[in-house]
């Protein structure tokens, strides 16, 4: 009897524990009721019809206006304490890089990325132009503009990052990030006086197909409103797509009234992690939490206009910060990076954030910081052959014009204390303080940089091979 007995324990204890395994990988995925994203909005909020979690600042009128103005002549001049040695201002290599650069293609309208396809063509995208494919002799093809859910005769709409699918060969898919109003803003005029809010725009992620004669796109999918102003986006080793979503920021925009990368029914200020069809993955580090977006990988992360895997798939990102304190961070699963509850940065006032906190215990610190501001656009890590002391290094395209304008390279080190940067190197400095928006190695091993002068002669992309 006892055999019979103890068999029926263990049968009832393994139905036990297969119901709640079961139950654990059956786990709903949350969805927030509407207006989640403004719970603990700023004093100055607004919400209008569309913007339910998106608030906005009010439209800046002249007396704004003049305040930003002046903002722009301060001079940051900060200097706060790193936490720890080479945290900022690492020491040059001791052997500079020896390079040459070429033109690779010419006549680009205000691009805001690009990325190489498996033939060795480009896919670029044009923020007011749309997509474009160059050709591996660098002969630009026209602007692929049908299938976009924009109208770039209207304002605040523009294509932003652009990444073609790693199986892009046989899908043609192309994952994009846009931004534009919400359809319930009708028509916001063509100056900041004729809509009541500032930022009247919403970064939004979206999936299409090229179409063979690479004319069109089609079977075009919105897979995330991501809520903020700005971002980069990335396919991951595992396939899924990363995507930042950058917060109310800018001269006139107080950050202490913008704590959106701390609130938890808020997608801004966030790194996020979707599936390719624009559900959130059951493994995201926050799926079951009532109060918090189920597509959250990451709280506290400013404006990350840079995100790269480096070779071992491990997710870094290059953030603005305010006036000063742009952060290189290792991003993990789940952690808190701190913003705006730390920096190294002020506001554009000149005062400092939070009483100048730049540590918190639970608050990752950045592996790395720069103060006056770089303002990092896109970066990636160099792999290949060509520069053999290049590899494993990151490579970061930057658009500041006191010490930015430039393509910085980081030479990291992995010790006992965690990642530490043992040199920083200023390259490309000699194209006469040109802005950098994008930065890819091809698949010859050279590395390329994208400009975004916004000139009357077009941006370019430069190839920058061993001299």
Avoid: C
């Amino acid at each position: 009897m006892r055999v019979v007995s103890d068999r029926r324990e263990w049968m009832l204890g393994l139905s036990v524990a297969l119901l709640v395994a079961g139950s654990a990988a059956a786990q709903k995925v949350q969805k927030l009721p509407e207006g989640a994203g403004a719970i603990g909005k700023g004093p100055d909020a607004i919400v209008l019809p569309g913007y339910a979690d998106v608030p906005r600042p009010p439209a800046f009128d002249e007396a704004k206006r003049r305040e930003v103005l002046q903002q722009s002549t301060i001079v940051d001049d900060y200097t706060p304490q790193p936490a720890f040695v080479g945290q900022t201002r690492a020491p040059k290599p001791a052997k500079p890089s020896q390079y040459r650069v070429e033109v690779a293609a010419e006549g680009l309208d205000r691009p805001w990325s690009f990325a190489f396809l498996a033939d060795g063509r480009m896919l670029v995208s044009e923020s007011q132009r749309g997509l474009r494919i160059i050709e591996r002799d660098g002969k630009l093809g026209a602007p692929i503009t049908k299938g976009l859910p924009l109208d770039f005769s209207k304002r605040a709409q523009e294509l932003l990052d652009s990444v073609p699918d790693r199986d892009f060969a046989r899908n043609r898919t192309i994952y994009f990030l846009y931004r534009k109003p919400p359809p319930e803003a009708k028509d916001i005029g063509k100056g900041e006086e004729d809509f009541p809010i500032h930022y009247p725009q919403i970064e939004m992620a979206a999936s299409a197909q090229l179409s063979r004669d690479e004319r069109s796109l089609t079977n075009v999918k919105v897979l995330l409103n991501a809520q903020g102003i700005e971002g980069r986006m990335a396919q991951g080793p595992d396939g899924k797509l990363y995507i930042t979503s950058g917060p109310l920021a800018g001269r006139g925009v107080l950050v202490r009234n913008w704590t959106q990368p701390q609130l938890p029914g808020s997608l801004m200020g966030k790194l996020l992690r979707i599936n390719t069809d624009g559900t959130a993955p059951a493994d995201n580090p926050f799926v079951g939490k009532a109060d918090t977006r189920p597509e959250i990988w990451a709280f506290g992360v400013r404006d990350a206009q840079s995100i790269a895997f480096d070779a071992q798939g491990r997710l870094w990102t290059a953030e603005n910060g305010p006036m000063g304190g742009d952060e290189v961070n290792l991003i993990e699963k789940g952690k808190n990076y701190g913003f705006p509850v730390i920096s190294y940065g002020r506001e554009y006032s000149g005062e400092l954030i939070n009483g100048g906190l730049t540590s918190k215990p639970g608050l990752e610190q950045p592996v790395y910081f720069w103060t006056p501001s770089v303002a990092p656009s896109g970066m990636t890590f160099y792999t290949g052959d060509r520069f053999p002391e290049w590899k494993g290094n990151l490579f970061i395209a930057t658009m500041a014009p006191r010490i930015g304008r430039k393509v910085i390279r980081l030479v990291l080190q992995e010790t006992p204390q965690g990642w530490r940067v043992t040199g920083e190197e200023w390259l490309l400095t000699e194209l006469d303080g040109m802005r950098f928006r994008d930065l890819k190695q091809g698949p010859d091993g050279a590395l390329y940089a994208m400009t975004d002068a916004r000139g009357p002669t077009g941006d370019k992309i430069y190839r920058i091979l061993p001299k």
